[in-house]
Nanobody
Framework: QRQLVESGGATVRPGGSLRLSCRAS????????VGWFRQAPGKEREGVSS????????FYAASVKGRFTISRDDAANTVYLEMNNLRPEDTAVYYC???????????????????WGQGTQVTVSS
């Protein structure tokens, strides 16, 4: 049974940092594309970052580039999202998702991913 479990969400002040974790079971993350997505109230789910192949190729949304870093620990079968310099507009439920192979150009498209976690809340507020 393929499962993804996110953790690490919290409430932080603007400028703060968080590290989200996405632990996989039933498949190995190094042979899947794994992405982080977020959904704020009243908004569509959007892609944040993904790591898509064995070599660890990464993709970032323009809004988080330079502030967020995606990484993978193959031994732990876990993908992380390090988030720095957080802003109020980063407030959302963050989801991780996976798919065996992601189509070119769809690396940050929610519709391209098959397995989803339950999400973890990130709130950035003073």
């Amino acid at each position: 049974q393929r499962q993804l479990v996110e953790s690490g969400g919290a409430t932080v002040r603007p400028g703060g940092s968080l590290r989200l974790s996405c632990r996989a079971s039933g498949f190995t993350v190094d042979f899947h594309a794994v992405g982080w997505f977020r959904q704020a109230p009243g908004k569509e789910r959007e892609g944040v970052s993904s790591i898509i192949d064995y070599q660890g190729s990464t993709f970032y949304a323009a809004s988080v580039k330079g502030r967020f870093t995606i990484s993978r620990d193959d031994a732990a079968n876990t993908v992380y999202l390090e988030m720095n310099n957080l802003r109020p507009e980063d407030t959302a439920v963050y989801y991780c998702a996976a798919v065996p192979i992601v189509d070119w150009g769809k690396e940050l498209h929610p519709s391209a991913y098959t397995y989803w976690g339950q999400g973890t809340q990130v709130t950035v507020s003073s």
